[in-house]
């Protein structure tokens, strides 16, 4: 079940057919609980040879429309708003994680104890990414965020330089890690 507010979205941005056949996609996600192409084009119930079932996966997953920016942060923006105020304090998380064999970077916003991702991407490197890579992609994404709350995310982002500096002073060992959290703050911060 896809909830209301994706659905005006999703309805706006897709034909009738692509919305439809999204749903359809997303059922069948949930149920195989796969992310194969192979699996999804063997089980979509569509009365085509398999190699057709798979190319129309493909060519809808390619469709310019279907993009993080047109299609997935409307719906974070519809929902940070209906779920935050401008006096609610927002925790986002930035992580870089090697999953499975795929180096990805992840910025989460964490509600109800549970983080809720906001933006990927996958890093075309395995290791770590060198601060140049950070900046590149804190740009792509920290517009979103300085546009939807303005100034409150800025001065957050510097009571939080604050916090981690002070924080750098009383835990030794754990300097490298806040380090890390300062320069992606810092990022973001010079991005906006």
Known sequence: MIPTFYQTHLKSQFSLADYIFLKILITLLQSIKKVKLETLATVLPIPIIFESRRKKIQRFLSLPNLTIEKTWFPIVTAWLETNFTCEKIIYVVIDRTNWA??????????????????????????????????????????SFYIGLYGQHWVNFMEQCKDLVTDLMKLSRNKRPFYQRGLRAMELILSAS
């Open 101 to 142: 064999g795929v180096n990805l970077f992840m910025v989460s916003v964490v509600w109800d104890k549970r983080a809720f991702p906001v933006y990927f991407e996958l890093l075309p490197k395995l290791g770590s990414s060198n601060l140049k890579e950070y900046g590149r992609i804190q740009k792509r994404h920290s």
